[in-house]
T-cell receptor, first 114, second 118 residues
Framework: NAGVTQTPKFQVLKTGQSMTLQCAQD?????MYWYRQDPGMGLRLIYY???????DKGEVPNGYNVSRLNKREFSLRLESAAPSQTSVYFC?????????????FGDGTRLSIL | AQTVTQSQPEMSVQEAETVTLSCTYD???????LFWYKQPPSRQMILVIR??????QNATENRFSVNFQKAAKSFSLKISDSQLGDAAMYFC???????????????FGTGTRLKVLA
């Protein structure tokens, strides 16, 4: 059971470089999410996709773009990386029915911007 | 807008003892879901327990139970017979009912780091 798969697990970038974080889920979930986790800040939502073909901004979208390529995949792009984007990034997915479905998380990507 | 507050940045408990982690939230909605997640040093986010707001009965999962007080907007997690493997960051999360709110967001608290002392 792969669940939610994120690649890469670690990445170091220089300021101004671009990069795409990949996320794929094999649970046939409709909704997918990107979070960043910083010390003392918990998880903050960057973007989410309620269903294939739709994306919406979360709490901290500036400096990021996303693509919901298909139902399985949801990528996060940093067009011009900045040191403030150094963080751990989590992708998650969930069902969106009326049962209390939790989110399923990937293992995270530790991104350092120098 | 909904908010989730975890006022205890860090807690400690002796092995085999009981500890309670606090979580409060603010919402004007009547239908919603609440979750506790555990994040060990491996960084993986693991669901601990969930609660539907319309259910008055508190959820339990083995050694984990919640005290859900809807009127007080409180959702605390009790860990009984604490084990060394319980040491982790614990996050409280809120989700609106997407069918009534139209939103699919989850809102997380800032976390409580739990240390278990041998």
């Amino acid at each position: 059971n792969a669940g939610v798969t994120q690649t890469p697990k670690f990445q170091v970038l220089k300021t101004g470089q671009s990069m795409t974080l990949q996320c794929a889920q094999d649970m046939n979930h409709n909704s997918m999410y990107w979070y960043r986790q910083d010390p003392g800040m918990g998880l903050r939502l960057i973007y989410y996709s309620a269903s294939e073909g739709t994306t919406d901004k979360g709490e901290v979208p500036n400096g990021y773009n996303v693509s919901r390529l298909n139902k399985r995949e949801f990528s996060l792009r940093l067009e011009s990386a900045a040191p403030s984007q150094t963080s751990v990034y989590f992708c998650a997915s969930s069902e969106d029915d009326r049962v209390a479905q939790p989110q399923h998380f990937g293992d995270g990507t530790r991104l350092s911007i120098l | 807008a909904q908010t989730v507050t975890q006022s205890q940045p860090e807690m400690s408990v002796q092995e085999a003892e009981t500890v309670t982690l606090s979580c409060t939230y603010d919402t004007s909605e009547s239908d919603y879901y609440l979750f506790w997640y555990k994040q060990p040093p491996s960084r993986q986010m693991i669901l601990v327990i969930r609660q539907e707001a319309y259910k008055q009965q508190n959820a339990t999962e083995n050694r984990f139970s919640v005290n859900f007080q809807k009127a007080a907007k409180s959702f605390s997690l009790k860990i009984s017979d604490s084990q060394l493997g319980d040491a982790a960051m614990y996050f409280c999360a809120y989700r609106s009912d997407p069918y009534t709110s139209g939103t699919y967001k989850y809102i997380f608290g800032t976390g409580t780091r739990l240390k278990v002392l041998a």
